[in-house]
């Protein structure tokens, strides 16, 4: 029996932890105050858990903003990767009734989800105000669910770009393209002539092709239509779908054009098209957002001389900005938790953060400047000027089981219609039938 | 003693065995061979009294089946002695209390959550909505969840035999090496590694590029001593109406026929001009019988003119050229290191010109693992490559347990060593083959992380097995635990029979 206490005290101390009252402040504070020096700091002792997709360069600088925020208030984080598949990560920890304090949810389809499930808690007016203070309303949109705001994007991505090696252009003497039909008859043809493939493609992740698919969608088919078939009030049986799959079948049906061919592309995941491209220098261009530039520089080129950056090229009337991002939420509803969004969605947070390559902030008051690269800086100002005109990622927008599954819905798909581009028509029913069932729900 | 070592030597059929073990040298061997390897029919059939508890006992999971199997026997014995007064063992109270807590962690454990399972399968993915057996239904008529059936029905078909099969050989060929140890060491290490492992290693032994994958690696250096090519692979004529050259099923073939006395030009792209760089310029050809040039028509950095020799493209040496007429070939030739080549003493006539296709026959590039057709095989692979150093332990295991003499009396009467092996050893060693081969069907119905791992993402429709989709629908997106619970007690039910096989072995060898 003399050894029982020390053991309740762990325990209590455990249960303390997870739990979220003020009340385990004091208990916190008096054993870090033994152990450590202690400087007045709000939240000395406080454990806060968080949870996000991010791995590999991406964790890295994640992990150095929550450092920042350790210093300045004193309490502990801790970061649990989710792997690729968050909501896989998440739905058994929530139905266990242990979920992270904080996550980061790369999609806002499961703020929605998770909301219907009450497994999130309202933001505190604290991040609120700094919401409001740093936010677009269009951005605050998408973190509501039924009026309630319960999330706040803390990472955007700008998935409208094509990245090129600029060796690969001057050897072939292709220039940047203006339009779609300018990227398929000129840009890519000149290239293909010369012996190096246009195209990289990581078609084995699936949402490479799905961002692919938006940017052609948002293009030929305009914001309006794109909205409606975002919330599947056109089915994907609708011609402009049809318009949008000839356009991507003018790439996926040349061999030529895509390195490896089609079954090539289908074997490579992400980010190895981006390696195919600036390390091993087999292609030249690659259709992916802003983020690849930790991998870009991991390839060993540099962003702005060898990496570079154009637009991607107008396949109808409509220039395309599509975004996607990651919205933090709280689940458990501490003040550690709080105070951690607070900081993700501040100012300071946002700067911390924007010093680290790969990440471009939503937030409009953190200035461009803190970016380390120019091409950063231009793409920032892009989104934070393009305001409401910008979209955002369809298929995150799309309950996961039809936009967000490995091997189900719109990814299935596009890979079967990559591996096999002349069956269109087969492949919008097939498209359909997932997104009635998905939708239906 | 001696009669049941006669029973195992039986199937050996001839009566050379029998005959060649005498009395006394049994006793020592005897014990041994009758644990392992108990005659195949009749004790156990003809004890039916001690049959009675396995139908309780076999519905529970193979993984309790021992301790709680034992324990119960030895629970039900004293009452079914009868005599109260003569109780030797302790109260039945006694019993209940001891075995209280392996019920409790197994209700809490085992028979919950499959009672649950079985509820949560009738209702809808909400949970809130009775749909009876349509989750049932969508299993057998869902054409993805058809295909995960189907590869299970592969898996079980082909992954078991083999692991069991190639462990046989394992164990019989390192029984009488010398350095039998390490061997097997060796071959039992794959079962050390966690399977998310051996699928992270198989993924990159499956990798296309033979400069990353072993497996390709291999077979293009078979595959290259025996051919090799040597051509343009690439290399083809522009896609457009001006090029003077277009592609017809593969070979290249001129737009226009051509006279003796005429020049052909026939300028190809889509190979890098570096893969050329020292090959000599190339040049017209000269006068003389009909002639023309195969050159790369690409200049680095752009430029040049179009369908026309600039200074500083490359001739394309050492490709095959054909003259067809009506349809035959009528003189064959090679284009010069400069891309020139003459046709002499043709006679007068117009021909095309064709370069074959053998010409840009592509490299020999391995075969595509990771694609739909060979994933599951590839898998099967690995997994083959996991278990079999395991199964070849459990063989070897019996394999020593075997009794030598009829092994050596077979081999003393003139048998071959084959006949040894297939008359004595595999008869004799057959129960412990049936318990590897159960142990791996069950093991190959659940089979998941190699599959999560090894097939990419745009392949896990085609690899996907039912655990694996089990998984996905309730947890990894699909949002849909009524189907997920309709789809595990699928597997249980399949995986059932085995397992009450398997219990039934493990309690007649106990006897």
């Not at chain 1, 690969?168 to 039909?181: I, L, N, P, V, Y």
């Not at chain 2, 089946?65 to 039900?76: D, F, K, L």
């Amino acid at each position: 029996m003399r050894k029982l206490p020390p053991v309740v005290a762990i325990l209590a101390l455990a249960a303390a932890a997870c739990s979220n009252s003020a009340s385990d402040n004091p208990a916190g504070g008096n054993s870090a105050a033994a152990s450590a020096p202690a400087e007045a700091k709000p939240l000395a002792g406080v454990t806060v858990e968080i949870a996000a997709k991010w791995t590999g360069d991406e964790q890295a600088s994640f992990e150095k903003v929550l450092k920042a925020f350790e210093e300045k208030t004193g309490a502990k984080v801790t970061y649990a990767s989710t792997g690729e598949d968050t909501g896989a990560y998440l739905g058994p920890r929530i139905q266990g009734g242990n979920p992270p304090d904080v996550a980061i949810l790369p999609q806002p389809g499961l703020v929605q989800q998770y909301a219907d499930q009450k497994a999130l808690k309202p933001l505190s007016s604290e991040v609120l105000s700094q919401i409001d203070q740093n936010y677009t309303p269009y951005w605050k949109e998408l973190g509501s669910a039924g009026g309630q705001v319960y999330g706040v994007l803390v990472k955007a991505a700008h998935k409208s770009l094509i990245w090129y090696r600029q060796g690969a252009f001057d050897d072939a003497g292709a220039q940047e393209a203006a339009s779609w039909d300018d990227l398929i008859g000129k840009t890519a043809q000149t290239l293909a002539d010369s012996g190096t493939a246009p195209f990289a493609l990581c078609a084995a992740s699936g949402w490479t092709l799905t961002d692919l698919f938006e940017n052609v969608y948002l293009s030929s088919a305009g914001p309006e239509n794109y909205d409606k078939l975002a919330k599947h009030e056109i089915p994907w049986t609708d011609p402009s779908v049809t318009t949008a799959l000839e356009k991507m079948a003018q790439i996926f049906g040349k061999k030529d054009f895509m390195l490896g061919g089609s079954s090539g592309a289908l074997q490579t995941d992400f980010p190895t098209c981006v390696t195919q491209v600036y390390g091993q220098k087999k292609a030249a261009m690659v259709i992916e957002a802003d983020f690849v530039a930790a991998s870009v520089g991991q390839s060993g080129a540099k962003v702005g001389e060898e990496a570079k950056i154009m637009p991607f090229p107008k396949a109808g009337d409509t220039e395309p900005v599509v975004l996607g991002g990651d919205v933090g939420v709280v689940m458990k509803d501490s003040k550690g938790a709080q105070a951690l969004l607070e900081f993700l969605a501040s100012k300071e947070g946002g700067e911390v953060w924007a010093k680290e390559p790969g990440y471009l902030s939503p937030n409009r008051n953190v200035s461009p400047d803190n970016y380390p690269s120019e091409l950063t800086k231009q793409l920032a100002q892009t989104i934070i000027s393009a305001g409401e005109a910008v979209r955002y990622d369809m298929s995150d927008l799309a309950p996961s089981a039809f936009g967000g599954t490995d091997g189900k819905g719109e990814w299935k798909h596009l890979q079967d219609f990559l591996r096999d581009p002349k069956d269109i028509k087969g492949i919008q029913q097939k498209l359909e039938a997932d997104a009635a069932k998905a939708y239906g729900k | 003693m001696t009669e049941r070592l006669n029973g195992p030597q039986a199937p050996g059929g001839d009566d050379l065995a029998a005959g060649a073990s005498p009395g006394p040298t049994d006793a020592s061997t005897a014990p041994a061979a009758s644990s392992p390897a108990p005659p195949p029919e009749p004790p156990a059939g003809t004890r039916p009294a001690g049959d009675s508890p396995e139908p309780r006992a076999s519905s529970e999971p193979p993984a309790s089946a021992q301790s709680p199997g034992s324990s119960e026997a030895a629970a039900a014995e004293p009452p079914a002695r009868g005599a109260k007064a003569a109780r030797l063992g302790p109260s039945p109270k006694m019993a209940v209390l001891f075995l209280l807590p392996a019920l409790l962690l197994l209700a809490a454990w085992v028979i919950y959550p499959i009672v649950y399972s079985i509820f949560r399968s009738l209702y809808d993915a909400a949970g809130d909505g009775f749909v009876g057996l349509d989750n049932y239904l969508a299993i057998f008529t869902d054409s993805g969840t058809l295909t995960t059936i189907r590869n299970n029905i592969i898996w079980v078909v082909v992954a078991p035999l083999i692991v069991t099969v190639l462990g046989l050989m394992f164990a019989v060929l390192t029984e009488r090496i010398r350095w039998a140890t390490a061997f097997k060491l060796v071959l039992f290490m794959p079962m050390a590694v966690s399977l998310l492992a051996a699928g992270v290693i198989f993924r990159l032994v499956y990798e296309q590029d033979p400069d990353k994958g072993v497996a390709n690696a291999v077979i293009t250096v078979v595959h290259d001593t025996f051919s090799s090519s040597q051509g343009y692979p690439g290399a083809r004529p522009r896609e457009n109406d001006e090029a003077p050259a277009v592609l017809k099923g593969g070979d290249v073939v001129t737009r226009q026929s051509a006279q003796p006395g005429g020049q052909v030009l026939i300028p190809l792209v889509g190979l890098k001009p570096d893969a050329v760089a020292k090959a000599p310029p190339a040049k017209p050809a000269g006068s003389g019988g009909l002639s023309g040039t195969v050159w790369l028509d690409v200049v680095r950095g752009g430029g040049g003119t179009v369908n026309q020799i600039d200074d500083a493209e490359k001739g394309l040496g050492g490709i095959t050229v054909e003259a067809v007429a009506d349809g035959q070939v009528k003189a064959t030739t090679e284009t010069a290191a400069d891309g020139t080549f003459y046709f002499s003493g043709l006679s007068a006539g117009s021909y095309d010109i064709r370069l074959p296709k053998s010409n840009f026959e592509a490299p020999f590039n391995g075969l595509t693992w990771l694609g739909p057709t060979l994933i599951t095989p590839a898998i099967i692979g690995a997994y083959i490559w996991v278990w079999a150093g395991f199964a070849m332990v459990l063989i070897a295991a019996g394999l020593s347990a075997i009794p030598r003499d009829a092994l050596e009396a077979a081999r003393i009467d003139g048998a071959t060593e084959w006949q040894v092996f297939r008359r004595i050893t595999v008869p004799l060693l057959a129960p412990v083959l049936l318990v590897v081969f159960v142990t791996m069907v069950i093991n190959v119905l659940k089979v998941f992380d190699l599959v999560f791992i090894i097939a990419p993402g745009s392949v896990q429709p085609q690899a996907n097995v039912i655990a694996l989709e089990m998984w996905r629908v309730s947890f990894g997106g699909g949002g849909n635990q009524g189907m997920g619970s309709a789809l595990a007690i699928f597997l249980l039910v399949l995986v059932l029979p085995f397992m009450i096989f398997n219990i039934r072995r493990f309690r007649r060898d106990e006897r």
